[in-house]
């Protein structure tokens, strides 16, 4: 997709907000735990390349990433810190992450010993770096027994194209208040691992919300995503120790102002029809950027003020009521501040009925990344 840097819409990122929380974090770590700063998804719509960089100036010491090609990415921009694929691979590639110092997620022996295979075959100068996944409850990828790990770690030890350098699990309810599941996924955790002899380099548990709230259980690395980029991973159900600081804003300017009188109609579907004489504007970005099309009824901020969105989000553009006719090329505000008004991601969430990770994510490379301090 082509970026559009003809239109001025445009997603502002703030670097010193992500640097601020990120640090913040990595503040509050006891010593010897390290901060992997998660920039899968491009860096969850942030941009992997800046917000690793920005990462790794607040003290983040490696980072993870979702699939090889993202890895990769990093790798091409010059970042030499570690880097753990979180999801799995394929055995074919094991070569490739192993030449490239790529950390392996592994969730079941089969997949290790197809790589060695292919280890045995390419002979890399380095071996693959593992780290295991274990199932405790999230019920996605990993091993659930002990008897499964054991024979994992067993198959890692005697075979040298392979070194066993991590272990870690995933919490599925560590942003939820009730921390009865919480609780039985950290007993099956220290269960499985209670087998291990030695432990490797990375063990590994915490995402942001467990390392914001349930930080006893951190080990020596946590896994930062989402509270990165400034945004609570319980949405509002529980503070954050810190202020988080919203990385995004979403900006653009006014098109087209036009007036129309009752009984005219805006947008497909026309379900929208003004009752008396008003001033329409015209936005250009749409559900093709990931503006979601069930944000019509919500507003936007045009000189302080909140503008409902009227019919339907169209695909490029939408319309908004406007108190009085404004200028071509006054700005719009989408998520961020505008005067004494706000819109966070955590509005437009709550009005999709989704959360920010799934819109942060959500908006296309139609639109421009801009950095910012
Ligand atoms: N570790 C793993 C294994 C993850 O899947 C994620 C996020 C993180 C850490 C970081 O979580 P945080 O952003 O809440 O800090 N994964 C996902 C996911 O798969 N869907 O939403 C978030």
Known sequence: MVVGVHRP???VIDRQALHDNIQAEVTR????????????????????VQVA?????AGATGFCVAILDEA??????GFNEPILVLGVTEPEDA????????SATVAATDWLVAADAYLALAQPTAPLQVHLGLDTGMGRIGFKTTTELTTAVTY????????????FTHFATADSPDETYFKQQV???????AVLKERPRYVHVSNSATSLWHAACNDNMVRFGVAGYGLNPSGTAIPAPYALKPALSLTSQLVHSKQVVAGESVGYGA??????????????IGYADGYERRLQGFHVLVDGQACEIIGRVCMDQLMIRLPHDYARGTRVTLIGRDGDHVITLQEMADYCQTIHYELACGFTSRLPRVYRH
């Open 72 to 77: 990769l990415e990093l790798r091409a921009a």
């Open 187 to 193: 007993a099956k955790w220290q269960t499985l691992t």
């Open 29 to 48: 770590l006891a010593s010897g735990c390290e901060l992997f700063m998660v920039v899968k998804a491009n860096g969850y719509g942030h941009g992997a």
């Open 271 to 284: 379900t929208y029809t003004a009752q008396q004489t008003e001033w329409v504007g015209t936005v250009p």
């Open 156 to 167: 890692l030890a005697t075979h040298a194209t392979l070194n066993f350098e991590g272990i």
């Open 95 to 102: 070569p490739l992450m192993a030449q490239q110092h790529i």
């Open 53 to 57: 960089q920005v990462a790794k100036e």
């Open 9 to 11: 819409t445009q997603l």
